[in-house]
């Protein structure tokens, strides 16, 4: 029995996507707007987002999970904001910024040339919100992994930055902190829960949202009538990843990549639990491990 998409004949030299009949890898991880599924959390959480930048908020915050989603909803918000009324900046790693050169990468963000000192940073980007505000075009900020500012700032800095924020709001800024959930404490004790003018959170998909996701991604990279993934490995895959997209897209590549390299027609469960504990054997579930040893029985890509 062929795989789906092989031509018989194919050299062995071919990637698993060429051996699918899929267009590209389906479950890069790397985070691609143009690879977005909009699962219900995250459209909320994207709309959430967006009514704090329509509605001029000074502050907002989403947070999540490592492997959620945060990025991937970052740069699709940078690509949707319409340039001719919208001035954006994404700083994507704050753990790479110290306390003298953060406030520097905010104005080379902007195009805006970062020297003096920072008192006169800090009136270069307050000339540069108002110059924005006279052409009605809205300042958008966006910093990833934002619960590396403690890291930068220290709490008098941050209050400062985040007061700066609030009056600026009136000049068209608003500042889109994104992070794991301890930002949320971050936030709290510096007491600025309250300026925060939208609060979105990213949680784990539902096992039919994960599913949907698996099956989406797989249809745009080209996937026919016939699924690739048969329904007791998508099972496996979604209960091991247990809802993070990031872990959805490390197994069932994992998945595609094992059953490929044993020229397989499909994904099966056997393959997904056995990739899982070769791999990652902390997410053995119990629904799991008993596919994996029965796998193990048989002599089947044991480890």
């Known amino acids: 029995m062929a795989a789906v998409g092989v031509v018989a004949g194919q050299s062995n030299e071919m990637g698993y996507e060429t ?12 985070p691609d707007p143009d690879r977005y599924v909009p699962v219900p ?24 999970e490592a492997g959620s989603g945060k990025t991937l909803l970052a740069r699709r918000l940078v690509r949707t904001l ?32 970062p020297v003096g000192d920072l008192h006169d940073q ?25 619960q590396a500012l403690g890291h930068v700032l220290d709490g008098f800095d941050a209050l400062r ?20 959930p301890e930002l949320s404490q971050h936030v709290q ?12 959170t990213l949680s784990a998909l539902s096992p039919d949202d994960a599913k949907r996701y698996v099956e989406e991604r797989l249809g745009m990279a080209g996937q026919g009538a016939r699924p690739i993934i048969v ?15 990031l872990r959805l897209n490390m197994v069932a590549d994992r998945a595609l990549l094992r059953a490929y390299q044993e020229r397989r027609p499909c994904v099966d469960a056997s393959l997904v639990a056995s990739g899982v504990a070769e791999t990652w054997p902390g997410m053995l579930t119990e629904s799991i491990e008993p596919i994996f040893r029965a796998h193990k029985k048989r002599g089947v890509g044991g480890v």
């Open 189 to 200: 004790e510096l007491g600025l829960a309250c300026r925060v003018g939208q609060w979105a």
């Open 82 to 113: 319409d340039p001719a009324r919208h001035e954006v900046g994404l700083i994507v790693n704050p753990y790479l910024l110290t306390r003298d050169t953060w406030l520097r990468e905010v104005l080379s963000q902007f195009g805006v040339r």
């Open 41 to 64: 959390g995250h459209e909320a959480a994207f709309q959430s987002i967006r009514e704090g930048i329509d509605h001029r908020k000074g502050l907002v915050v989403l947070t999540g």
């Open 122 to 146: 800090w009136l270069r980007l307050m000339a540069f919100l108002v110059a924005q505000e006279s052409r009605r075009k809205r300042v958008v900020l966006l910093v990833d992994e934002a």
């Open 19 to 30: 051996y699918w009949g899929l267009a590209h890898p389906p479950f890069e991880e790397a």
């Open 161 to 180: 930055m985040c007061r700066n924020v609030h009056a600026g709001a009136q000049w068209g800024l608003t500042l889109v902190l994104i992070g794991r």
């Open 231 to 245: 329904p007791d490995a998508l099972d496996a895959i979604v209960d091991a990843a247990a809802g993070i997209p």
